[in-house]
């Protein structure tokens, strides 16, 4: 059951006494409310054939779980033993020096100790030296090693869709180990078993089914867009028309679905549409792969790949040149470290060439997949733009980086060039919690519902204490990514720690400052406020 | 104001056994942490309290000035609102301050006349008891207004393109029809 | 518990060897028979850790990415941190196993009212770099034991080691240091109360191994002064396969000896296999170039997908109503 929200009395007496000290093994996870998100119902898992789809619960004590739901979860971490060198190693080369356990925004925020990373790894590691270590087969607890009961399951879960994936632990491992690896891999045990979430295998059903985990139809996806054709033209004056599923277009573009959806997402994929336009690009949407997310990349690999599929095979069948992706976190770690592995090779593709400044992504020569910033920061390198960064002035801006395109592609650069172009006043954040050591926002891997937001709000508080000191320094009242996830859970992240400080994409800021042929005067930008400056005449 | 000197000739010690009490209601393993780690960024947490205490130590000598107040507990309370406590929990550590002025005191409390002084200064204590609840409060119903905000503007989302969905024809009609038609922008909190 | 675990355990062998070979006069089987035993193990044990942890592919290119990526070419990358190319990963791999390089970046200067502090974390990055190129020092010292003649490199190597020139025999730093930094890596695991929740058995008792080798060994060297003729020449017959035992070497020789067999033993069974981990890493000995070059899964296999078409007929009315071409009409 979950632990409620008031306190017995004799837990009121202990409050100014150290707990008592047992061993972490022997302390069974305790599910807190609003720290776990909902269970899985069965009908979404139905539709991606996984097993044992069932509507489930965390907070119940029964999990409706098959007969022999050991024997699964230890058939399952043996084959996954033999198919990456990287678990193998990771559940053997541990030495346990804590140089990570620091290092993991849910244990600085919440001070959970199981949310150290090394920790969170020994839950699946005592298990498997139970049962496939010679040291724990024979000496057992002295080892390490643990018994899979039901009590290590649940702690497994808990602890599993507690970890973002962020990669930050990583960084710091003398040997790298990658707790996001071996979370990766204690989750796909969970599905083993049917314990996903809602929050996830919601989203990867609609992918599925429809091309985009918000479930947009195809007819909702080119209305939604024209909402914001709408509001371009009241803006600029100029009327886009972007195709949709058009063959023989030069360039397909992807990105995340949420930009089609949410706020402030949507004002990056108006950023989107006027950068095309302006340049005459010969490119066009999908409805088929209208997601540049992959939420199956946080249920497990064969998920992953089902749903990445979609871009290649969309690609060929429009008969595209090359495509461009939006801004997106996890999305490009996909892209970076999986895509062309999976689903490759691309060689229905030309390596991708900036049909306005010539210059040839060699980075990008075999997926065949180009990174929005990188086009557009070739762009302005040059001058293939006309910007007046002024109109970005209101905004005092800072740069989060998104964990996966920090640590799993290191696309550092490319936007912060950007930003220096279309605005004025840019501070970084302390050096310790940008670039490679950027704080997760706490809301990764599918951890963005809102039945966790406590788990949420203190996974993002080392993000957010960043960024209040540069607020209370230097006036910032703007928190700019690239990063879908970001734009949808930064703006709670920011009301709770640090009102005042709103959240953007990068593009929004682009389009703000593009100049663009035939454009009447701007008043205001793209949120429909009016531009710094032009208050007065409003 | 007898009391307030003695009180700044301890402040030092105050203040340590004061943060080492709200360390404490940590696990261990966090508590050291929570201590040791003084980078303001690696540790957020630790280096809120123990600035935040030190704030409203200073503030309690000074008389309360309470705007400020609220901002120093503030500090404190938001953090341990969405820490795994309960109410009771997240809100304990100010009344041990009492206890440790009295233990700190204690030879100079029995020799002087002072207790006055410290009864004046236990019930600010209490005072700030009272105010670290409201903000508690507040800080979780902020919680629950954002939890509830994107529910809402999902379903807001959902909703308009439902109407886009169902009306035939949809493009034309949909821009004929005024009242449908809802600013972006309302969309927000 | 965990601790004295460990800590009996090493006594009780401390104890076995010394009674072995005090009471029951067993020199052979520790000088010899042991010492073979533990070769094997360590050798066999060494090779088939590897090739286990060879035989599991590596299907996806996961570097961890710690600085600029290599894009545009105006846009300068961290060739090490984020390498697209051999010569970077050698390098990123040489700076982690010569220097520690991420344990480094653990080390973070602070302002604390205003002096200046070092977190725990630098003490270790130090006392590991310490204990590791100590312990590699005087391994290598002890190769005058098995060669003929000692080649320069080593003289060289112990000239260096001694060159503060105190004691008889001269006193070498290596020494100091390792039984410092084991003492060190110990006390932080029972006193930092994070490192102890986390810590296990089998980390204890390498470090106590350790301790007792380390200490053996100095006892031997400054205060027993075992007959190192005798030492030698047991160690030579040892390499050249004739094994001999010569008259008159101290007991706590054995010890040593025993405890560093133990050690060999054990390496292959242990986490102590990470001197050999740390270069198969993938989130560290790859190259970040998988969107240049593609990487191979060997088992990657076909998977369902939702096609097109599949696709189209769900919702070829609402396309076509909304303007959206279509492959059927
Ligand atoms: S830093 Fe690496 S070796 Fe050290 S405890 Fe963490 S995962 Fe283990
Ligand atoms: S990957 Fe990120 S969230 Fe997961 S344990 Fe490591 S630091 Fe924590």
């Known amino acids: 059951m979950a632990t409620k929200f008031t306190a017995k009395p004799d837990e009121l007496s202990k409050i100014?006494?150290?707990?008592?000290?047992k061993g972490w093994m022997d302390t069974p996870a305790e599910f807190k409310e609003h720290t776990f998100c909902w269970g899985a119902k069965g009908k979404n898992l139905n539709i991606v054939d996984f097993p044992n789809a069932r509507d489930w619960s965390p907070a119940e004590e029964d999990w409706k779980l098959p007969e022999n739901w050991q024997e699964i979860v230890l058939e399952g971490i043996k084959d996954r033993l033999g198919k990456y060198r990287s678990f193998k190693l990771f559940m053997d080369i541990c030495v346990r020096c804590g140089a990570c356990a620091d290092k993991c925004h849910f244990f600085i925020g919440g001070g959970d100790p199981k949310n150290m990373p090394v920790l969170r790894a020994e839950i699946l590691r005592s298990i498997y030296r139970k049962y496939f270590t010679a040291s724990g087969k024979m000496l057992g607890k002295i080892a390490g090693a643990r018994e899979l009961t039901?009590?290590?399951?649940?702690?497994?879960?808990?602890?599993?869709?507690?970890?973002?994936?962020?990669?930050?632990?990583s960084v710091f491992c003398p040997y790298g180990i990658d707790q996001a690896e071996i979370t990766m891999m204690g989750r796909e045990l969970t599905n083993l078993l049917g314990l996903n979430t809602d929050w996830i295998s919601g989203p990867v059903a609609n992918c599925y089914m429809k091309g985009n985990h918000l479930g947009l139809e195809p007819h909702t996806i080119t209305s939604s867009v024209e909402f914001f054709l709408d509001d371009i033209e009241t803006i600029t004056g100029i009327r886009i028309k972007p195709t949709f599923n058009r063959k023989g277009a030069e360039i397909l573009f992807v990105t995340p679905s949420g930009d089609l959806f949410a706020d402030p997402g949507t004002y990056t994929a108006m950023g989107y549409l006027m950068l095309f336009h302006e340049l005459g690009l010969d490119y066009t949407w999908s409805t088929y792969a209208s997601e540049g997310g992959n939420f199956g990349f946080f249920t497990s690999n064969e998920m992953a790949k089902r749903l990445n599929a979609k871009i290649y095979a969309e690609a060929k069948r429009l008969g595209v040149k090359w495509i461009i992706g939006g801004e997106?976190?996890?999305?490009?770690?996909?892209?970076?470290?999986?895509?062309?592995?999976?689903?490759?090779?691309?060689?229905f593709l030309e390596e991708p060439v900036s049909p306005i400044t010539g210059t040839k992504f060699e980075n990008a020569k075999s997926t065949k997949m180009v990174h929005i910033a990188e086009f557009t920061a070739d762009l302005i390198k040059n001058g293939k733009l006309k910007l007046d960064p002024a109109r970005n002035d209101r905004l005092k801006v800072t740069w989060h980086d998104s964990c996966n395109t920090a640590r799993g592609m290191g696309i550092l650069d490319e936007p912060r060039y950007v930003l220096r172009n279309v605005c004025n006043h840019f501070y970084e954040m302390p050096e310790d919690t940008i670039r490679e050591k950027t704080f997760c926002c706490g809301s990764g891997t599918g951890l963005n519902a809102s039945e966790n937001m406590e788990l949420r709000m203190r996974g993002g508080f080392p993000r957010a204490n960043a960024v209040k000191y540069v607020r209370d320094n230097y006036g910032v009242n703007m928190l700019a990514n690239i990063c879908a996830i970001d734009r949808a859970t930064l703006n709670a992240l920011m009301e709770y720690w640090a009102p005042d400080v709103s959240v953007c994409g990068l593009h929004e800021l682009v389009g703000n400052a593009l100049v663009?042929?035939?454009?009447?005067?701007?008043t205001q930008d793209l949120r429909l406020e009016p531009l710094h400056g032009k208050e007065a005449e409003e | 104001m007898k009391l307030n000197s003695l009180l700044a000739d301890k402040k030092a010690s105050i203040l340590e056994k004061w943060f080492d009490v709200i360390i404490e209601s940590y696990p261990p393993d966090t508590s050291n942490f929570?201590?040791?780690?003084?980078?303001?960024?690696?540790?957020?947490?630790?280096?809120a309290i123990s600035q935040g205490i030190e704030n409203i130590?200073?503030?309690?000598?000074?008389?309360?000035?309470?705007?400020?107040?609220l901002q120093f507990l503030d500090n404190i309370v938001r953090i341990r609102a969405v820490q795994d406590f309960t109410p009771s929990q997240a809100l304990s550590f100010i009344f041990p301050l009492k206890r440790i002025i009295r233990e700190e005191l204690t030879v100079e409390i029995a020799g002087s006349q002072l207790s006055d002084e410290i009864l004046a200064l236990e019930s600010k204590i209490d005072d700030l008891a009272l105010s670290a609840f409201d903000i508690y409060m507040k800080c979780r119903e902020k919680i629950y207004e954002i939890k509830a905000n994107e529910v809402k503007s999902m379903t807001f989302r959902l909703l308009q393109m439902a109407n886009l969905i169902n009306t035939e024809g949809h493009e034309s009609d949909f821009k004929g029809n005024d009242k449908l038609k809802i600013k972006r922008g309302e969309v927000k909190k | 518990m965990r601790i004295l675990f460990s800590f009996f355990a090493v006594i009780a062998l401390v104890l076995s060897a010394y009674a072995g070979v005090k009471i029951a006069n067993l020199q052979f089987l520790f000088g010899v028979v042991i010492p073979y035993i533990a070769i094997t193990i360590f050798t066999l044990g060494f090779v088939y850790r590897v090739l286990k942890w060879g035989s599991s592919p590596v299907p996806f290119r996961i570097p961890t990415t710690c600085g600029q990526q290599k894009s545009l070419p105006w846009i300068k990358q961290n060739r090490i941190e984020n390498p697209s190319s051999i010569s970077g990963v050698i390098i990123r791999m040489a700076l982690e196993a010569l220097l520690f390089r991420s344990l480094f970046r653990n080390l973070k200067t602070q302002l604390k009212d205003g002096k200046l502090v070092y977190g725990e974390a630098k003490w270790l990055w130090l006392a590991g770099l310490a204990f590791h190129w100590s312990f590699l020092i005087i391994f290598v010292r002890h190769f005058r034991l098995f060669l003929q003649s000692t080649p320069s490199f080593i003289k060289t190597i112990e000239g260096l080691d001694s060159f503060l020139q105190v004691g008889v025999p001269l006193l070498y730093m290596t020494d100091i240091v390792l039984l410092g930094s084991v003492t060190y890596l110990f006390l932080r695991r029972v006193f930092i109360p994070q490192v102890k929740y986390i810590s296990l058995a089998a980390d204890y008792f390498p470090l106590f191994l350790i301790f007792g080798i380390a200490?053996?060994?100095?006892?031997?060297?400054?205060f027993y002064k075992v007959d190192i003729v005798g030492v030698k020449e047991l160690a030579m017959g040892l390499v050249i396969l004739k094994p001999v035992i010569p008259q008159g070497i101290g007991v706590i020789f054995y010890i040593h000896l025993f405890l560093i067999c133990l050690l060999f033993a054990y390496f292959p069974l242990s986490k102590l296999m990470h001197m050999?981990?740390?270069f198969l890493s993938p989130t560290r000995n790859m190259v970040n170039n998988s969107r240049m070059v593609r990487h191979i899964n060997p088992w990657n296999y076909p998977v369902h997908v939702h096609t097109y078409e599949e696709y189209e007929n769900d919702f070829r009315e609402k396309m076509k109503k909304a303007g959206i071409p279509v492959e059927k009409e």
């Open chain 1, 516 to 522: 663009m042929t035939g454009e009447k005067e701007r």
């Open chain 1, 328 to 347: 997106c976190g996890h999305m490009w770690r996909v892209i970076n470290q999986y895509m062309d592995t999976w689903n490759g090779p691309a060689d």
């Open chain 3, 215 to 222: 200490a053996s060994g100095v006892l031997m060297r400054y």
């Open chain 3, 276 to 278: 050999a981990g740390v």
């Open chain 1, 16 to 21: 100014d006494h150290k707990p008592p000290k």
């Open chain 2, 34 to 47: 929570l201590k040791n780690q003084s980078n303001r960024f690696a540790n957020p947490a630790g280096s």
């Open chain 1, 150 to 169: 039901l009590d290590v399951l649940k702690e497994l879960w808990y602890y599993y869709y507690q970890c973002t994936e962020c990669r930050r632990c």
């Open chain 2, 57 to 69: 130590f200073d503030e309690l000598l000074r008389g309360l000035n309470q705007g400020n107040t």
